[in-house]
């Protein structure tokens, strides 16, 4: 069974840092395209960062240059490095990942932008 555990939301302050992870089990992880989205009560859960299994990444235009995706396949851990923080990346973010034709997400990880 697939399972994938995200961590490291908090509250920050503008401008601030925050990582998160998501650690993925049940799936081989190397071979896996992994992504982060976010989603706000009454909104469509978005596409924030995506990597392929052998490291290429795409970013939504609203987080380019701030925002970088990485992974650890000795780790089965994908991350979420989110810099230069704004009121408006407020949001629940959600690991995702497509495997075996199914699509599995994570419980999902509240990260508050706020002075």
């Known amino acids: 069974q697939v399972q994938l555990v995200e961590s490291g939301g908090d509250l920050v302050q503008p401008g601030g840092s925050l990582r998160l992870s998501c650690a993925g089990s049940?799936?081989?992880?190397?071979?896996?395209?992994m992504n982060w989205y976010r989603q706000v009560p009454g909104k469509q859960r978005e596409l924030v960062a995506a990597?392929?299994?052998?490291?290429?990444?795409n970013y939504a235009d609203s987080v380019k240059g701030r925002f970088t995706i990485s992974r650890d396949n000795a780790k089965s851990t994908v991350y979420l490095q989110m810099n230069s923080l704004k009121p408006e990346d407020t949001a629940v973010y959600y690991c995702?990942?497509?495997?075996?034709?199914?699509?599995?997400w994570g419980q999902g990880t509240q990260v508050t932008v706020s002075s």
């Open positions: 049940g799936m081989i992880f190397r071979f896996s395209a």
């Open positions: 990597i392929t299994s052998t490291g290429s990444t």
């Open positions: 995702h990942t497509l495997y075996s034709f199914r699509d599995y």
